[in-house]
């Protein structure tokens, strides 16, 4: 069993494709906040000669061990991120011209 359950991520007021789109999203800030991190992490060790320090030791374990789709997963389902429904454009809204 998936824990936790489509519907206590949606909490009954997304569907799953709101839920997927919302997940790939927050998978792609932290794949984002990874790639800082790591970044960050090999400028600080080059140059540098103690050994005591790695990579993986200056970057968030969390993000390291986990997969990204299941941190935003664990996220969502935290409420450390929302899902925001957009509301969708009226015909009148989509044949306007934009300024």
Known sequence: MIYPTIQELTK??????QLAIATAKCARIITDEYVKQRTAAES???????GSSTIASLIDPAL???????NAI???YKGE???VDC?????????LPED
């Open 12 to 17: 009954g007021n997304y569907n799953r494709y």
């Open 74 to 76: 664990t996220r969502i």
């Open 64 to 70: 390291a061990n986990e997969k990204a789709v299941k």
């Open 87 to 95: 509301p969708e454009k009226t015909e009148e809204e989509e044949t």
């Open 44 to 50: 600080a060790l080059t140059g540098s000669k103690e």
């Open 81 to 83: 991120y929302d899902i």
